[in-house]
């Protein structure tokens, strides 16, 4: 280990967004047991907040208790944490407090977030100036969803979804998020893939027509072009969120779509007093559900103490 280390900032404090798959082309389980993936990532305008201090013992923490959530060392928060440290070869250790903004098991990557989020909030406590290629690859090593959490906006995401490119978008656009009160494994919902799609591809292909749309900011032909390859097989796992996609369509959005491998569904709304009225609607009927704006920024640094 070095025994070089850097005077640290006392606390640091990054906000990282949701992400959905305006896209979601699944091919065939390769030998590794991944899936490779054509994917169109969104980040939208939900958010953790995680805070990072300096501290002899790694250890992560909720400002409000949130079932779901591992707090100790199976935390994806410190294993970036522990990533961060081994890829510099210093011995540091952090205290990680998580404020969740994010559906837990909602399809939209909290978990992802919260690690991007720890890897840029300790490069900035500790000032290790890590290289944006290293701390990408570091959070490819991580999971599948944690460098587009970093990268944010609009990108597409090939691989296993690891690797991101940044693709024009010019829409500007509302998601309805309606919520669920039971949570979906992903893997679960892979595993079902396999099973009931057989002959999916080796290699999905990318979405050329989702890409123009959103380059020429169509929102209407985005809305025609949302897909996701997990849906069959969400919806055998859930069918209560057949119903709830039906009702959804009666209020004639944009579109709708399955976040990820779910059980969040969205809706998209160019105009945000119809996005408003639809969550009137929606939770006259009893359910939980919210705004998010779309395309945002990946993690960014919100206080520095």
């Known amino acids: 280990?070095?025994?070089?280390?850097?005077?640290?900032?006392?606390?640091?404090?990054?906000?990282?967004?949701?992400?959905?798959?305006?896209?979601?082309?699944?091919?065939?389980?390769?030998?590794?047991?991944?899936?490779?993936?054509?994917?169109?990532?969104q980040a939208v305008g939900l958010y953790d907040d995680v805070t990072v201090t300096d501290a002899p013992a790694w250890s992560v923490g909720l400002t409000a208790p949130i079932d779901g959530v591992p707090l100790d060392e199976e935390n994806i928060a410190i294993?970036?944490?522990?990533?961060?440290?081994?890829?510099?070869g210093l011995d540091l250790a952090a205290r990680i407090t998580i404020a969740k903004g994010i559906p837990v098991m909602g399809g939209m990557a909290g978990g992802s977030a919260d690690a991007a989020a720890t890897l840029l909030a300790l490069d900035r406590l500790w000032d290790l100036q890590t290289s944006d290629e290293d701390l990408l690859r570091i959070a490819g090593e991580l999971?599948?969803?944690?460098?587009?959490?970093?990268?944010?906006?609009?990108?597409?995401?090939?691989?296993?979804?690891?690797?991101?490119?940044?693709?024009?978008d010019n829409t500007s656009v509302w998601w309805v998020v309606v919520l669920s009160d039971e949570g979906l494994?992903?893997?679960?919902?892979?595993?079902?893939?396999?099973q009931v799609t057989p002959d999916a591809a080796a290699e999905p292909p990318v979405p050329q027509a989702l890409v123009a749309a959103l380059a020429d900011g169509y929102t209407d032909e985005v809305g025609a072009l949302?897909?996701?390859?997990?849906?069959?097989?969400?919806?055998?796992?859930r069918p209560d969120l057949v119903d709830v996609e039906d009702?959804?369509?009666?209020?004639?959005?944009?579109?709708?779509?399955?976040?990820?491998?779910?059980?969040?569904l969205l809706m998209l709304h160019e105009d945000v007093e119809e996005a408003r009225v639809a969550v009137a609607d929606l939770r006259e009927r009893g359910f939980r559900c919210t705004i998010a704006p779309g395309p945002v920024a990946g993690a960014h640094v919100v206080t520095y103490a």
């Open 1 to 41: 280990m070095s025994e070089a280390r850097v005077e640290p900032t006392q606390r640091v404090t990054v906000r990282a967004p949701a992400k959905i798959n305006l896209h979601l082309g699944v091919g065939a389980r390769r030998p590794d047991g991944m899936h490779p993936l054509a994917t169109i990532y």
């Open 226 to 237: 949302l897909a996701n390859d997990l849906w069959p097989a969400a919806r055998d796992l």
């Open 185 to 194: 494994s992903t893997p679960a919902v892979y595993q079902h893939f396999d």
């Open 79 to 88: 294993r970036a944490g522990r990533a961060l440290v081994a890829h510099h």
């Open 247 to 264: 009702q959804l369509r009666l209020l004639a959005p944009d579109g709708v779509l399955l976040s990820g491998s779910g059980p969040t």
């Open 143 to 168: 999971g599948s969803d944690v460098p587009f959490a970093l990268v944010g906006g609009t990108a597409l995401g090939t691989g296993r979804g690891e690797v991101v490119t940044p693709i024009a």
